[in-house]
């Protein structure tokens, strides 16, 4: 099988495509025939060694994947072989196989093709747990998404407002601003040219929004705290920016604010109704029309081009490798 490989930690420049052997699956364990992959700013972290969770080389990127099962574990009663699946793993992806526990597999919601499953779930659920699960968000609130033509936060757009949020979308372009915009965001805060707490509050009537979704990180997370009203929830996502900020507690005490995390890996294990629920609100979603937004497709020989394009925050939305090209 062809995979994308990395032995040694770096720039996605150093990755090669190669010929491996066929995997098979073991107890508990499903084969599954990857179509598409997406790419996520993590993978890059791997890459380069940078996670908060290492990769022993040399290793297969890739954690976001869509395709078909082909082989059943011991001990596995389904999904039937010829089933189509999506599924996360923290790397292994990147290849034209892969195999992963039975339990983090997903049936792909119907509507979805292949490129759009494997962009789906790991963005789409982050986004929803963030804005819903965690955050608490409910209609008629205000929300600011930080880098929200990215692939989190362009999904973070798109939930919140079908769940009839007002989202005041921020982002380092006008041309960012207006993807989000097309989403559905109410109103847009260009955080390089704009004083984003500043302006956010003027969007807002002066109080502030009621939520913060930060994906993004860096020196933007306090001027987003700072934006929130009274009583208001800051969840911090990831660090696309490559900064992990430092919060001055002080602001918390005084304006009696909520910092919440969350982390997509373990949330199955530590609040499973919670992520049934989310599954059932995202898969009607789905069924009303609702899809990831994708701005490029590469083979998987172009696999250095895509990370090094997320790296840089060249695109918006979702980066798909093409495993059937």
């Known amino acids: ?22 995997l098979r699956p073991g107890p508990g364990e499903v084969l599954v025939h990857v179509h598409a992959a997406a790419v996520n700013f993590p993978d890059v972290l791997l890459v380069a060694n940078s996670y908060q969770v290492p990769a022993p080389l040399p290793f297969t990127p890739g954690s976001e994947f869509a395709g078909v099962v082909a082989e059943l574990g011991p001990g596995v009663s389904g999904p039937p072989v010829g089933s189509p699946v999506a599924g996360a793993v923290l790397t292994g992806a ?35 747990h963030s804005l819903v699960t965690v955050g608490r968000g409910t209609a008629g609130e205000w929300v600011a998404v930080l880098g929200a033509a990215g692939g989190v936060g362009s999904a973070a757009v798109d939930i919140a407002t079908r769940l009839g949020m007002r989202v005041v979308a921020a982002a380092s372009s006008q041309q960012r601003l207006m993807v989000a915009r097309k989403l559905g965001a109410e109103a847009g805060v260009d955080y390089v040219h704009e004083d984003l707490k500043v302006r956010t509050r003027e ?15 860096g020196d933007h997370a306090e001027a987003a705290l700072r934006a ?11 660090y696309a920016d ?27 294990q530590y609040a499973p109704d919670a992520v049934a629920a989310a599954d059932r609100a995202l898969a009607a979603m789905v069924r009303d029309g609702m899809r990831p937004l994708v701005s490029r497709v590469h083979p ?13 925050r060249r695109t918006t939305g979702k980066v798909v490798l093409d495993l059937t090209s």
């Open 1 to 22: 099988m062809r995979a994308a490989r990395c032995t040694e930690y770096g720039s996605p420049g150093g990755l090669s495509v190669v010929e491996l052997d066929g």
């Open 94 to 128: 990147f290849a034209e196989q892969v195999v992963v526990p039975v339990a983090s597999l997903r049936q792909v919601p119907e509507g979805l093709d292949m490129v759009h499953a494997a962009a789906f779930h790991v963005t789409y659920a982050t986004a929803y």
């Open 203 to 217: 969007l807002t009537g002066g109080e502030g929004v009621h939520l913060v979704i930060d994906p993004v990180g």
């Open 228 to 238: 929130l009203r009274r009583g208001g929830r800051f969840v911090t996502v990831g």
């Open 242 to 268: 490559g900064k992990i900020p430092r919060i001055p507690l002080n602001l918390v005490l005084l304006k009696d604010l909520v910092v919440r995390g969350f982390e997509i890996r373990t949330v199955r």
């Open 300 to 312: 998987l020989a172009g696999v250095a081009t895509a990370l090094t394009d997320v790296a840089e």
